[in-house]
């Protein structure tokens, strides 16, 4: 009985160096902290320059006297999933969307998607989003929603959000221009 | 017998069991309205697990200006980010700072004192994560709050202060789910304290927990497990049964658990039913020690029931195994040095977040890949992997940046270009077009039209018909003027005053339609003669600072390109040294266990011999036969 108890004792002494190895790095060999410690640095180095050459490529090809984002929302979802969204500027279709499980979850838990990043000269442009998806009662439902937009000189944001209208237990598609 | 086989009695977890629900991420984020695109844009991603992706938008959007209303939450979700990367010295800065910043709100304060808490635990350093932890106020949430409850005892467990863990866990009421977690590792320190029958009470309530969360069952078999291990060394084989059928038999832990049901039926003689979980272990991977251990319970089993003619065949069937088992392993060691054993390893990988062993289980069976399954499970490896994986992922996406950065210098210098080809033609088309002098004109109409319509001068706006009938009427009355007295005109005088009067009649019910269309017309032009103005505008702006722009942005161009090659041919070197070693950890990994298989196999021959000379020595005795 006694013999068999100091066994289990040990057993569990012999389980706590995986124990602490789980926690700790500082009883890695040297090297392994040197090999470590470059790809720590290595993904600082990289994120920074992915951050560097976003806002190059942004600059490059979407300088803000033309640039125009559209970005969709959702708050809370309850009477509307989106399937798909298509965005067609001037009568020119320039985004057909169609979301993935996740990306829905994503929007629902306040994501907002950057639906397009477009180029349009400074006027007037007319904005059409064709919203798809499962509406009250799980039935199909397609909602449009139009808007004019004046382009001026600086970057020009529009987000196409959709929210619950309670009162009537319908999705409303609200459009709203931020400069 | 028994204590010479209990060798997996050391791998019964009795250490801490840390809770799973971090891998989504960063539990706790503030719930916030979203008061700028460009921070939901980054949440978009985040929330999809892209971490990478979230901290690259949001270290730009920072950098572009595009997060003030969200700068705090913003910083918290980077510290986070950078935390959930692994990126420690990083995270650690980040919440460093926002804790020096005096107006940081408490509830992002206390947020930050927590994440700084995970990683100081995380980076081994208890004490200091101690202190940040005990520091959090009272306003996270529920998870949160458990969770920091839990490391605060975790860290305290690691430094074998179980005496102030239990006290830290002993009154403790949280969440379900941490709850499980804390009587687990109360339990845990309790029989690292001294007091086994109030710790293993703890985990036998964890062992009979009643749930339906994955991470739960799993936790529940380790705590059965332990018990019944508890209680096969303390010599109470049926009390150890109880725990160790409550395991299930697909999880991780099964195999161990059968073996130590085998083990319980044996201490009490019951050899006959010990076989039965026993010869179940023997259709699983030899390369599970359970599974190696039970190839000498079988035979030892059949020893002690008498039936020496099945111990000896199926002792030499383990002998057998075992040196099969052994040639697997070498031929394996010889393709994870040559390479191969990472190509199957990020082949089954997937996205590297998740499901990396279900998809094992689809690979084919080869050296490179047969021991994946058990490699992975260790935790050296894992993290090995990771680091590979990232590193990866970090050269597939410096490949597609050089690729990328060509077309960009290419696209500069197209548009420098082209701006230089159409220039002339842009200024000559410009010259052609006086905004100012049109400007002008649409000054001198409003001014026109707001005069008629003060003096209500309904001929103003006569169209070019009627002004053409006026002017005829007016010289009629002019030639009718030169005849004035002169009854002969009468008539004729009479009709011009008539048709003027018709005339000044239509013009006058016209006014009210015509003027309110005057209004829209000039209001129309306005509109035009604005848009004018600002495309004049624009197209000036445009035309004086591009040369400069396009320079600045070819120089930007220039100056990343040598920063992409210098990191590519860094990260590919570090990912050929992280291959290096894995693969040192793999084989060594393989190597401990082809020894063991030595030790196992030298067990075996040692029975058999032994067999073998009892009866060589011994008269033939009538065998007992167990029941098939």
């Given amino acids: ?179 | 017998m028994l204590g010479r086989f209990l060798i997996l009695a050391a791998l019964a977890p009795l250490a801490a069991a840390v809770p799973v629900v971090e891998q989504e991420a960063i539990p706790g984020l503030p719930a916030v309205k979203v008061q700028d695109l460009h921070y939901g844009d980054v949440l978009f991603h985040f929330y999809q697990h892209d971490h990478f992706g979230s901290l690259v938008r949001l270290a730009a959007y920072r950098d572009q200006g595009r997060l003030a209303v969200h700068a705090r939450d913003a910083e918290l979700l980077r510290g986070g980010l950078y935390l959930s990367l692994g990126q420690h010295r990083e995270a650690r800065e980040v919440f460093e700072r926002l804790l020096a910043d005096a107006s940081t709100p408490p509830e992002v304060r206390d947020r930050a004192w927590f994440y700084l808490g995970k990683v100081l635990y995380a980076a081994g350093l208890f004490e200091e994560s101690d202190r940040a932890l005990r520091q959090v106020g009272a306003t996270l949430g529920e998870d949160m709050e458990a969770e920091r409850h839990l490391l605060i005892a975790q860290g305290l467990l690691y430094r074998e202060r179980y005496d102030q863990a239990i006290a830290e866990l002993s009154n403790w009421q949280g969440p379900r789910y941490w709850l499980a977690y804390g009587q687990f590792n109360l339990g845990v320190a309790l029989v690292r304290a001294g007091e086994p029958a109030r710790g293993l009470a703890l985990l036998d309530a964890v062992g009979q927990l009643e749930t339906q969360w994955p991470e739960l069952m799993a936790l529940r078999d380790k705590a059965n497990l332990a018990i019944g291990y508890a209680k096969l060394q303390a010599a109470e084989p049926a009390a150890a049964r109880i725990a160790l059928e409550r395991v299930r038999l697909s999880g991780p832990q099964s195999s161990k658990a059968l073996l130590g049901a085998g083990w319980a039926d044996a201490a009490a003689q019951q050899y006959q039913v010990a076989l039965a979980p026993w010869q179940e272990l023997q259709g699983r991977n030899l390369l599970d020690a359970a599974v190696q251990e039970s190839y000498l319970a079988v035979p030892y089993a059949y020893a002690e029931l008498g039936a020496m003619a099945q111990a000896v065949e199926y002792y030499e069937r383990a002998i057998s195994a075992y040196d099969a088992e052994r040639s697997r392993i070498g031929e394996s060691i010889g393709a994870i040095r040559s390479g191969t054993l990472l190509a199957a390893a990020m082949e089954a990988g997937g996205d590297g977040r998740e499901g990396w062993f279900a998809q094992l289980a689809t690979l084919p069976d080869s050296p490179e890949s047969r021991y994946l399954y058990h490699l992975l499970a260790g935790n050296e490896f894992q993290e090995g992997l990771k680091n590979y994986r990232a590193l990866d992922a970090m050269a597939e996406n410096l490949a597609a940046w050089q690729q990328s950065i060509g077309a960009f210098a290419d696209m500069v210098e197209t548009r420098q270009q082209a701006f230089e080809q159409k220039l002339p033609a842009a200024d000559a088309r410009l010259a052609t077009v006086d905004v100012t002098t049109i400007n002008g004109r649409r000054d001198a109409l409003q001014a026109e039209f707001e005069a008629a319509a003060a003096a209500r001068d309904v001929t103003a706006l006569a169209t070019g018909q009627e002004r053409s009938q006026i002017d005829t009427l007016d010289a009629v009355d002019a030639e009718l003027a030169r005849h004035a007295g002169d009854p002969a005109y009468d008539e004729a005088r009479e009709k011009a005053r008539l048709a003027r009067g018709v005339l000044m009649w239509n013009l006058d019910g016209a006014w009210k339609m015509r003027s309110w269309q005057a209004n829209r017309a000039l209001r129309d032009l306005n509109a035009t003669v604005y848009d004018a103005r600002t495309r004049e505008t624009a197209s000036g702006r445009a035309r004086e600072g591009a040369p400069e722009r396009n320079a600045a942005l070819g120089h930007r161009v220039e100056a990343v390109d040598p920063r992409i090659v210098a990191l590519a041919v860094r990260v590919d070197e570090a990912k050929a040294a992280q291959g290096r070693r894995l693969a040192d950890i793999a084989v060594r990994e393989l190597e401990d266990q082809r020894r063991r298989l030595d030790e196992y196999s030298v067990q075996a021959r040692y029975a058999l011999a032994t067999i073998y000379d009892r009866a060589a020595a011994a008269p033939p005795a009538p065998a007992r036969e167990p029941t098939p």
């Fill in chain 1, 1 to 179: 009985m006694k013999t068999t108890f100091i066994t289990f004792l040990a057993a569990m002494a012999a389980s706590m160096p995986a124990f602490a190895e789980e926690a700790a790095a500082a009883s890695a060999p040297e090297d392994r902290s040197v090999l470590d410690a470059e790809v720590q640095s290595l993904r600082r180095e990289v994120v920074d320059l992915n951050r560097d050459l976003f806002m190059l490529e942004e600059d490059l090809l979407f300088p803000a006297s033309t640039q125009v984002a559209v970005f969709v929302s959702m708050d809370v979802g309850t009477f509307f999933a989106v399937d798909s969204v298509q965005l067609k500027v001037d009568d020119k279709e320039v985004a057909n969307y169609l979301y993935t499980e996740r990306e829905q979850e994503a929007l629902k838990r306040g994501g907002v998607q950057r639906l397009w990043l477009g180029n349009l000269k400074a006027g007037e442009h007319e904005v059409t989003a064709f919203f798809v998806g499962q509406g009250p009662h799980e039935r199909d439902y397609k909602r449009g929603t139009t808007l004019q937009v004046e382009k001026g000189v600086g970057a020009k944001y529009v987000e196409l959000r959709i929210s619950d209208k309670a009162s009537k237990l319908q999705p409303e598609f609200v459009v709203k221009v931020w400069e």
